[in-house]
């Protein structure tokens, strides 16, 4: 296994909505049949996908899992793929998957999902040593759909908060208070608010975001789930706003990134 570290995925052309830690533990599945080419592109072998985390029901985070249950499921079919598929997600996530899939393929498709599919609920505070490392569960009180999130430290003993895609709740402001890593979303840069609108969807600026967290020594901020504007120049746009606002490192990775956690 390589240092430690997250590969981003697509959740269109730009904005990335998924991820993946440690080669083996992929976060949310993106809204498309992307994720199954991306995951390739970045050298990760589909047979090793064993865990999957879905932080909550909405398309961009959760319509890609069932590309990629196609895909496995004919490597399964083939004994390409054994083992357990383990997909940890809150409640609502879960009778949404169990829900969906039995009505988008063809029976013999369904029965073997059934033999290999392991949907495990998890519940706020839960703690679950996935791959060797425990992660904690966190319900991140969103406003509508039930939205989870989680914090970890690596063996390096750097801390991970990952808070889905809605602006942080102050009630959880000491979640992530004087940790290493934390992924929160920024939709669109300030100057671009009238456009996209982003407190509409509960999701925030990069000013924003950044003046709510400075005050609580975050040590390196990931700006992620961001719009599909700015192809080239996304990452240099967004911390020239960032660093007005955050005193701290940021992270703004494109499409298909590597971070490095050290």
């Not at 890609?64 to 997600?89: A, D, E, P, Q, V």
């Not at 996530?93 to 029965?111: M, N, R, S, W």
């Amino acid at each position: 296994m390589r240092n430690q570290f997250i590969e981003t995925f697509t959740k269109h052309n730009i904005g990335n909505t998924c991820f993946i830690i440690n080669d083996n533990f992929l976060i949310d599945t993106g809204g498309s049949a992307d994720i199954v080419k991306n995951i390739k592109l970045v050298g990760i072998k589909l047979s090793g996908i064993h865990d999957i985390f879905i932080s909550h029901t909405h398309t961009d985070h959760l319509l890609g899992l069932f590309w990629l249950l196609k895909r496995l499921t004919g490597m399964y079919r083939s004994g390409n793929y054994t083992g357990k598929l383990n997909i940890y997600c809150n409640d609502e996530v879960a009778v949404a998957i169990k829900d969906i899939y039995k009505h988008l393929y063809p029976d013999v498709y369904v029965d073997l999902i059934n033999e290999y599919i392991n949907i495990i609920v998890v519940n706020d505070g839960e703690e679950l040593t996935i791959n060797n490392q425990k992660y904690k569960f966190i319900d991140l009180k969103a406003s509508k759909n039930k939205l989870y999130g989680f914090e970890t430290t690596f063996d390096s003993g750097k801390t991970l908060v990952f808070l889905g895609d809605e602006i942080l709740n102050p009630e959880l402001y000491d979640v992530v208070k004087d940790k290493d890593y934390v992924m929160h979303e920024a939709f669109c840069l300030d100057l671009d608010k009238e456009i996209f609108k982003p407190y509409e969807k509960k999701h925030s600026t990069v000013k924003y975001v950044c003046e709510s967290l400075n005050k609580l020594n975050i040590k390196n901020l990931i700006l992620y789930h961001t719009e599909d504007t700015h192809p080239n120049d996304k990452d240099v746009l967004y911390k020239e706003e960032a660093k007005q606002y955050f005193d701290n490192n940021v992270i703004v990775p494109k499409d298909l990134d590597v971070i490095e956690i050290k």
